[in-house]
């Protein structure tokens, strides 16, 4: 099955920075599209972006367009999700997944069930 872990959250003040890895192991995720959600205490988990399994193509959501970029290390394994000008409501738990079905990559906003693979979540926390 594989497993993914989220790593390199924290408490950053607003419009600071952090970046997130996402390192699998156990199988390679290198041709799979993957994934970052976030979820909120009381919130439902929302989409933030994908990344093609090559690196070339992203997608967003509308809310950290321009402020977040995902990339990717395919030789690592790993996933990096680097977030800049950072707002409080940006607070979450942030997750990495990968497709679940090993489809091509598509310019739309992913759904939960599109992934099969989660990691356990690292959590960001900006403040005010």
């Known amino acids: 099955q594989g497993e993914l872990v989220e790593s390199g959250g924290g408490l950053v003040q607003a419009g600071g920075s952090l970046r997130l890895s996402c390192a699998a192991s156990g199988r390679t995720f290198s041709g799979y599209v993957m994934g970052w959600f976030r979820q909120a205490p009381g919130k439902v988990r929302e989409f933030v972006g994908v990344?093609?399994?090559?690196?070339?193509?992203?997608y967003y959501a509308d809310s950290v367009k321009g402020r977040f970029t995902i990339s990717r290390d395919n030789a690592k394994n790993t996933v990096y999700l680097q977030m800049n000008s950072l707002k409080p409501e940006d607070t979450a738990l942030y997750y990495c997944?990968?497709?679940?079905?090993?489809?091509?990559?598509?310019?739309?906003?992913?759904?939960?069930?599109?992934?099969?693979?989660w990691g356990q979540g690292t959590q960001v926390t900006v403040s005010s």
């Open positions: 990344i093609s399994w090559s690196g070339s193509n992203t």
């Open positions: 997944a990968a497709d679940k079905y090993g489809r091509s990559w598509a310019p739309r906003p992913y759904g939960i069930s599109d992934f099969g693979s």
